[in-house]
């Protein structure tokens, strides 16, 4: 028996063989690929495995587009593809399955797969290629629908499916293959009802001036057997369409929200020009509402003042245009307590007295820190714009032994619109001790709630704590030129206007990693602007440094920029 179970072997389960790591191999195409003269309308695709579709309907594409989608199933190792009757003659159809073909087990994708085959004599084979990339942050887009047109209306975008159609892959690149030659007008669409139409105004867009020829890919390919001397002409360039959402013509009011004690924030579909609330059931005073807008224009904040009534009724406008009648309701009413059937015993009553009401407080902010920066200017922001202030009760003090002794600064409103932030700026040294004193009473927001006595202790930074640059543009456009400092998070840390080549240096600079990014800001309104496709205006252009500048403490760096428009 021993010698019986010592020869036994182990049991185990058995594996499964080898992970497959490659993707489906197409074996044969019935009619083969690329077929001229095509009348048949089955197509069968032989694969080396099994295989299944994977997001079939938001990844196909046929180009150009048919009566009807073919139908397309799977049996097996084959993918048959379905053909609708009535295609058109002459024509080059190109059914594009994305990733959609996958195999069984591993899930794996034939990329990019396609079956080609032409109604007539000829393949086309001219192509065109290119990128889609947000206009504002140049950010690639996927999934986004290139476009092509043989109308030269500018309307054909609203009214017609294209007559060529591909999508964007991986950092926006894409290829339009397997076109006729002919001059034809590119678009790129965020299409989100898939209808190949551009009929909603969520709907991002990107467009060309000009028709675009499509070309051969062999066109300026020199023959390696030509020995005589040859200058080939420079390669079609890329197409470079730079894609944005138009800004809605119509405005609407969307929402409202209520924040005690009488702060109400109105929101629009888009930047509100003249913003006015109409009151409909008072007369109040001539001031009774201050409005602060946010820095795009598509909310606005309302501070009401002097308002007694519970509930008001307004009309809200933009200019002579009224949006919309609402009701405000700024204080809701309290619920009656309910008296208990039992009766009760009579009591002594107690009059006591009225709690006299706190005197309101201001709210505000400061940039003040352990280690403020010896170049900077104090900021305080208030979250109530400001009604007065007085800047004689600000005071500077710099430690000198165990004393403060005061120092000059200045102090200034810096949002003079918003009438929120204050600046307070004075020649600070070095690694240094200061405080600064806001006595009580300094300043008063619209409710007139003010600030108590307050100090803050702060100690300056040092020189070597920093890395500087310079940056030298050169710029051979026309018109100013918003030039943006970024930090890795592409928010703006700086900003400066120029209209010409120019040097712009930034002594200061913490250490980190920093982008550099322009605008071409052709209306000089300071800022970017998006396109119009109807009046066939480009968003602004926008241009980058492509790495990341390395800053370091202590070390000085200089960087050198062509712009080329």
């Not at 180009?63 to 058109?88: A, C, F, T």
Request: hydrophobic share 35%.
């Amino acid at each position: 028996m021993a010698i019986i179970l010592s020869a036994c072997a182990t049991m185990v389960l058995p594996d499964g063989g080898l992970v497959d790591n490659t993707p489906p191999v197409p074996e044969s195409f019935s009619p083969p690929n690329a077929s001229m003269n095509m009348h048949k309308t089955k197509i069968v695709v032989r694969f080396d495995e099994h295989i299944i579709l994977d997001k079939l309907t938001q990844q196909l594409v046929v180009s150009p587009q048919m009566p009807e989608n073919p139908e397309i199933h799977v049996q097996g190792k084959k993918l048959i593809i379905e053909l609708p009757d009535s295609l058109r003659q002459n024509t080059t159809y190109t059914i594009f399955f994305g990733d959609a073909v996958i195999n069984y087990k591993e899930n794996l994708p034939v990329h990019n797969f396609s079956y080609v085959f032409s109604t007539g004599d000829v393949v086309d084979s001219l192509q065109l290629k290119g990128q889609a990339v947000n206009a504002f942050n140049h950010t690639p887009y996927e999934e986004l629908f290139i476009m092509l047109y043989k109308s030269d209306d500018d309307s054909v975008l609203y009214k017609h499916k294209p007559y060529y159609l591909t999508k964007t892959e991986k950092y926006g690149s894409f290829f339009l293959n397997n076109l006729a030659p002919g001059k034809y007008q590119i678009y790129a669409l965020k299409d989100a009802n898939r209808n190949y139409i551009f009929d909603q105004a969520v709907e991002e867009i990107a467009f060309l001036d000009s028709l675009v020829i499509p070309y051969h890919p062999s066109t300026f390919v020199k023959d390696t057997a030509d020995t005589t001397d040859y200058t080939p002409p420079p390669f079609p360039k890329d197409i470079n369409l730079f894609v944005y959402t138009e800004k809605l013509k119509k405005i609407q009011y969307l929402t409202k929200k209520i924040y005690p004690p009488q702060k109400i924030l109105f929101t629009f579909n888009r930047d509100i020009i003249d913003f006015r609330i109409i009151p409909l059931d008072f007369n109040p005073d001539t001031n009774w509402h201050y409005d602060v807008y946010n820095p795009n224009r598509d909310s606005v904040i309302v501070y009401l003042m002097g308002i007694t009534k519970d509930t008001i009724n307004v009309a809200i406008a933009d200019g002579e245009n009224i949006l919309d009648s609402i009701q405000l309701v700024l204080k809701k009413k309290k619920k009656k307590r309910t008296t208990s059937r039992k009766k009760n015993r009579k009591k002594d009553v107690v009059v006591k007295k009225p709690k006299p009401k706190p005197i309101p407080k201001i709210s505000y902010k400061n940039n003040l820190s352990s280690n403020f920066p010896f170049f900077g200017e104090i900021g305080i922001r208030f979250s109530i714009p400001l009604s007065a202030y007085n800047f004689d009760r600000i005071q500077l003090y710099k430690a000198r032994d165990t004393l403060w002794v005061p120092i000059d600064f200045e102090a200034y409103l810096y949002d003079t619109i918003n009438r929120q932030k204050i600046r307070i700026r004075a020649a600070f040294g070095e690694r240094e001790k200061y405080k600064l004193l806001l006595r009580d009473s300094c300043f008063f927001d619209l409710y007139n709630a003010t600030n108590d006595t307050l100090e803050n202790e702060f100690f300056t930074t040092e020189m070597r704590q920093y890395g500087s640059m310079q940056l030298i543009v050169n710029y051979n456009g026309e018109g100013p030129l918003i030039v943006q400092l970024l930090n890795s998070s592409d928010a703006v840390i700086m900003e400066h206007f120029i209209n010409s080549s120019d040097t712009i240096n930034y002594p200061y600079l913490p250490e980190g990693k920093y982008k550099i990014k322009a605008i071409s800001d052709k209306n000089n309104n300071r800022k970017w602007d998006i396109g119009d496709l109807q009046k066939r205006i480009q968003p602004e252009a926008v241009y980058y440094i492509q790495q990341l500048i390395d800053i370091r403490a202590n070390w000085d760096n200089e960087q050198i920029w062509d712009i080329v428009e």
